[in-house]
């Protein structure tokens, strides 16, 4: 299978965006959307079709960070909520090991969660002031239940 291509929804009423352009870049997004496409209790969703303006910890300006899902569903209290998505592998979603010694696959790790922490602090804010949830989902959490 591949890990990137087009998704096309049984259920394309239920997307947020247009339904002919959804694009999955990893085999977990994929089986994400195939859920949410799928599942009763999501109303409405969408697959990177908005950005929430961070600034980057690298070079200090301001870029645009586009969530992989936002879906509106209904909880177990059966009321309406909008929840935040992003998909990434566990090992992204902690800091690094500090090296006494770096090469090049360590600072690439600094790097990268140097971005994701900015990106997902500028997520928790901009949810928090709509009183919507922001969730990272990883291999382990892909069973799925949010």
Not at 32 to 57: C, G, N, Q, T
Not at 78 to 86: D, G
Not at 108 to 134: L, M, P, Q
Request: glycine share 4%; net charge positive.
């Amino acid at each position: 299978m591949s890990y990137k291509g087009y998704f096309k929804p049984r259920n394309p009423s239920k997307y947020m965006g247009d339904p002919t352009t959804i694009i999955y870049r990893s085999s977990w997004e994929l089986k994400l959307m195939r859920y949410l496409d799928s599942h009763s209790d999501v109303i409405k969703w969408a697959s990177e079709e908005f950005s929430i303006p961070y600034v980057s910890p690298i070079d200090g300006k301001v870029h645009r960070y586009f969530p992989d899902f936002l879906v509106k569903k209904r909880n177990i209290k059966k009321t309406i909520e909008t929840v935040v998505i992003e998909v990434k592998p566990k090992i992204q979603t902690t800091a690094p090991t500090v090296q006494k010694k770096a090469n090049k696959r360590y600072l690439r790790e600094v790097y990268t969660w140097g971005i994701n922490s900015a990106k997902w602090a500028a997520a928790k804010r901009y949810c928090d002031h709509r009183e919507w949830k922001f969730v990272i989902m990883t291999e382990n959490e892909l069973g799925i239940k949010f």
